[in-house]
C-alpha cells in the first residue's frame, strides 16, 4: 500500500543515527514510514508506520518506498558487497518512483580515498546521480562519540594516524542537519553537505581531552601499519574489514580527514557540538 502523500520514507531508524533523525521528524510532526528489517525494533513514534524491507532485496524496498518522495538513505551495514545492497536500494527507489533521497556519505569520498569505506559511499553517490535521482548527501566525519571506544582497555588509542587531524562531529548534529533537509528537500537539492565538528584534532590532542573529560588516563601510540595489522589480528576478523579499520587511520595521516566546515551552523542554527559536551550528554541519564 503507498503511504500517504508527504510521508517520509526513513531507513536506519533502529539505529543511533536513524533512530535519531525518526525523533526529529516525530517531534516536528511528520509523518513517516520506518523501513527496517526486523519490525520488532523500530522506535515506537507518533506519526509513523513501519514497513519491512532488507536493501538487498529490491522487490521489497520498491514495495516499502511506493508512494514516498522523500526518503532518508542510512548507509548499509559493513560489508563486502554493500555497494551491490546500495545499489540495489536506489534501483528500487527510482522504481518506487522516489523523487528526493537523502543519502549518509561520508567525509572526503572518492574513488582513490585512503579509508576502504569511503570509497564504497564515492560509488553509492555515483549511481545515485547516474540514475538521476535528486539528492542531498551528507558528508559526515567520524562519530566525534565513538572518540572514547578508540582507547583499548589499557587506555590507549592505537593506529597509524601520525600527527594528522580529523574534525569528528556529534550524532545529535548530523540528526540535526538531516532533519532540517528532510523537512525541506527542495532547499537542499543537489547539494552535498560536508559535516564537522568545531575542532580538526589529532589523535593526540584528543587523547588529552578524553583524559581531562573523563579523569581515564588515554594516550596515543602512533604505530607503523604493519604494527596495526598485527595489533588487530587477535579479533580473526576478515582481511577486507581489518583493512577498513586500519585505513581509518592512515586517512587521518593523509589528512583527507582534516577541515573544519560551518555547514552544521548553517544548517541547523547552532554551533557543531564539541567533545566535551557530548561526553557530558553522554553521562546524563536516560529519560
Not at 543511533?16 to 522506535?43: C, F, K
Amino acid at each position: 500500500m503507498a503511504a500517504p502523500q508527504g510521508t517520509i520514507a526513513v531507513t536506519g531508524s533502529t539505529g543511533r543515527l536513524g533512530g535519531r533523525v525518526a525523533r526529529r521528524l516525530a517531534a516536528a510532526g511528520a509523518a513517516q514510514t520506518l523501513v527496517v528489517r526486523d519490525p520488532s525494533r523500530a522506535p515506537a513514534l507518533p506519526g509513523t508506520r513501519v514497513a519491512t524491507a532488507t536493501y538487498g532485496d529490491g522487490e521489497a524496498v520498491r514495495a516499502a518506498l511506493a508512494g514516498h518522495r522523500v526518503v532518508l538513505f542510512v548507509s548499509a551495514s559493513e560489508d563486502p558487497d554493500r555497494v551491490g545492497e546500495h545499489r540495489t536500494f536506489v534501483d528500487a527507489a527510482v522504481a518506487a518512483g522516489v523523487e528526493h533521497l537523502v543519502y549518509v556519505s561520508f567525509f572526503g569520498a572518492a574513488p582513490d580515498a585512503t579509508f576502504t569505506h569511503a570509497r564504497d559511499h564515492w560509488h553509492t553517490e555515483e549511481h545515485v546521480r547516474g540514475r538521476g535521482l535528486g539528492f542531498t548527501f551528507l558528508r559526515d566525519n567520524l562519530y566525534l562519540d565513538f572518540l572514547p571506544l578508540l582507547a583499548g582497555e589499557d587506555g590507549v588509542i592505537r593506529g597509524p594516524a601520525g600527527d594528522g587531524r580529523f574534525a569528528p562531529v556529534a550524532l545529535d548534529d548530523i540528526a540535526d542537519v538531516a532533519a532540517s533537509v528532510l523537512l525541506d528537500p527542495a532547499a537542499h537539492a543537489g547539494r552535498t553537505y560536508d559535516l564537522t565538528g568545531p575542532q580538526a584534532l589529532t589523535l593526540t590532542e584528543a587523547a588529552t581531552r578524553l583524559t581531562a573529560a573523563t579523569g581515564r588516563a588515554v594516550t596515543f601510540h602512533d604505530e607503523t601499519v604493519e604494527e596495526a595489522f598485527a595489533s588487530r589480528a587477535p579479533y580473526a576478523a576478515p582481511e577486507w574489514l581489518v583493512e577498513a579499520w586500519v585505513s581509518t587511520y592512515t586517512a587521518i595521516a593523509a589528512g583527507e580527514l582534516d577541515g573544519v566546515t560551518d555547514d552544521v551552523e548553517r544548517l541547523t542554527g547552532h554551533p557543531a557540538t564539541g567533545l566535551e559536551e557530548v561526553l557530558s550528554r553522554a553521562e546524563q541519564p536516560a529519560p
